[in-house]
């Protein structure tokens, strides 16, 4: 009975992770033409290609800086809002529902919205900052393209963080920090020494799914906004695979990017596991 309940999700998994990424692997080591009539093994001629590449080479270091801000500034903006919203007392139901609901629209929506109010013509915020003399234009300046995606993406994920987040201030028990306060802590103290602790484990959870979230789910955000632009700035990894596959008929080339980054996102998340954890208190 144990192995007829969980063959389902077994299923599940092989036919939509363990198969797209075995065929990924054996794609990685072929050379196929844009029409798929021949196909020649090349070995690791495709990853050499890749890392001779300044251009993937660019893709992979903005990867890493979108990820760390889009981790890092959605945990940290979810805490700060989860911490508010615990300490309301009237209308706390109303501001916890507009705060969830982000996390029900489309990356794609969510692209569209963020890149409608940066817009330099027509965006609200953007007139507002040439008011302040900012010449915004995130199609021209990559670092404003940049910082475009990141907001975008750390909305449409603030209310997932969020949830857990504010799921954990309320397991926290109110003992603790009625002994804090008795003890003379100060609100920061109690939360940086009872509470914080205590949410060491979501936070954790969180820190990995943002990490993987960054990495694969904003796909559609950057294609929605800037479609990895101005130039290649803002072409991060995932958004590359897409590019070199399906637009210029790379086939080989754009396996072997998937593999890479399935390999790096794997061996975060054990790096996450393996060194992170110590930390966490359970």
């Known amino acids: 009975m ?3 309940l969980v063959l389902p999700q077994l299923l599940i998994t092989f036919i939509f992770f363990f198969l797209p990424a075995g065929q990924a692997v054996m794609q990685s080591v072929m050379m196929e033409d844009p029409f798929g009539l021949s196909t020649e093994f090349v070995g690791l001629a495709n990853f050499r290609e890749l890392f001779a590449d300044p251009n993937y080479i660019a893709s992979f270091k903005i990867t890493i800086l979108y990820a760390v801000l889009v981790a890092f500034s959605g945990l940290a903006i979810s805490l700060l809002l989860a911490v508010c919203a615990d300490r309301v007392l009237r209308g706390g139901g109303v501001y916890k529902t507009f705060l969830i609901v ?18 330099p013509t027509l965006g609200t915020l953007s007139h507002a900052l040439r008011a302040f003399g900012l010449d915004w234009n995130y199609m021209v300046h990559s670092g404003h393209a940049l910082t475009l995606i990141v907001i975008a993406a ?4 603030v209310s997932y963080n969020f949830i857990f987040f504010l799921a954990g201030l309320q397991a926290v028990p109110k003992s603790l920090l009625e002994a804090a ?3 003379g802590a100060g609100p920061f103290r109690r939360f940086w020494s009872v509470v914080f602790p205590l949410l060491s484990p979501t936070t954790f959870f969180l820190l990995v799914m943002n990490v993987v979230y960054a990495f694969f789910e904003t796909f559609a955000i950057v294609d929605a906004t800037t479609m990895g632009g101005p130039g290649q700035d803002t072409n991060i990894l995932v958004y590359k695979v897409f590019v070199d596959g399906f637009r210029n008929m790379n086939f080989g080339g754009s396996a072997a990017q998937s593999v890479i980054l399935m390999v790096m996102v794997i061996a975060l998340t054990v790096f996450q ?3 992170i954890e110590r930390r966490v208190n359970y």
């Open 2 to 4: 144990p192995y007829a």
């Open 102 to 119: 982000p996390y029900a629209i489309a990356p794609a929506v969510a692209g569209v919205l963020w890149m409608f109010i940066f817009n």
């Open 273 to 275: 596991f393996r060194f």
């Open 154 to 157: 750390v909305w449409k994920q």
């Open 181 to 183: 306060a008795m003890d």
